[in-house]
């Protein structure tokens, strides 16, 4: 690989931080049990998009002001926190349930305001950007003369890794959803996705600067 050293040991890293628990694991999983699988994949989708922007902002060095910045890394991080937090009061007071599959336009509509929630609450995530700046140069030779290349190639395997991992957790979702659906707590889905983002927000506001 062009500028890359031990690709192979990254993609077995990469794997295995992809299977470790995260926001992005519990932000997907609220998602597809709240509103099906729809909803689920394009929170990946959405989610993906981030990573991908986050991967061009670490190869062109933009990711460093949040790492240098303790002004920046605080403004994003309340800025994120808030949003998940407002997302969640909104699922909470919500008298749906779920997306109404038998309206095409709404659907699609929906679906669009799904994927950019999580695009920007991807976004909004310095934590995020940081590991990207952090974690990929372990893996780029110190004297390579590929620019972002090298950073290019890692952050797509990352983001491959991650999407296959998450489209499987999308799939293992629906399937517990079914469950629940026939069950008393269907009526309660909408308040578990709005308790899960608001605990993603409360946790975000509370992870300090690394």
């Avoid at 959405?46 to 303790?70: C, E, R």
């Avoid at 909004?124 to 372990?138: E, M, R, T, W």
Wanted: hydrophobic residues 50%; charged residues 10%; proline residues 3%.
């Amino acid at each position: 690989m062009p500028g890359i050293e031990h690709y192979t040991l990254f993609v077995l890293s990469a794997i295995i931080l992809n299977l470790t628990p995260g926001s992005d694991t519990l932000y997907i999983v609220g998602r597809t049990l709240s509103q099906g699988r729809s909803a689920g994949l394009f929170s990946v989708l959405g989610i993906v998009s981030g990573a991908l922007l986050h991967t061009l902002f670490a190869a062109v060095g933009l990711s460093i002001i949040l790492m240098q910045s303790a002004i920046a890394f605080t403004i994003v991080k309340w800025a994120g926190a808030a949003y998940l937090i407002y997302l969640g009061v909104r699922a909470l007071f919500s008298k749906s349930d779920g997306i109404v599959m038998d309206d095409a336009e709404r659907t699609r509509s929906m679906l669009g305001k799904i994927y950019w929630q999580g695009l920007v609450t991807n976004l909004l995530n310095p934590k995020v950007a940081i590991f990207y700046l952090a974690y990929l140069p372990q893996f780029i030779a110190h004297k390579q003369a590929y620019g972002a290349l090298p950073f290019l190639i890692l952050g797509i395997t990352f983001i491959v890794t991650g999407t296959i991992w998450c489209v499987l957790l999308v799939m293992s979702a629906e399937l517990m959803s079914r469950t629940i659906r026939k069950s008393k707590l269907s009526g309660q889905l909408n308040k578990v996705m709005g308790a899960i983002f608001i605990y993603l927000g409360l946790k975000l506001l509370s992870e300090g600067k690394p």
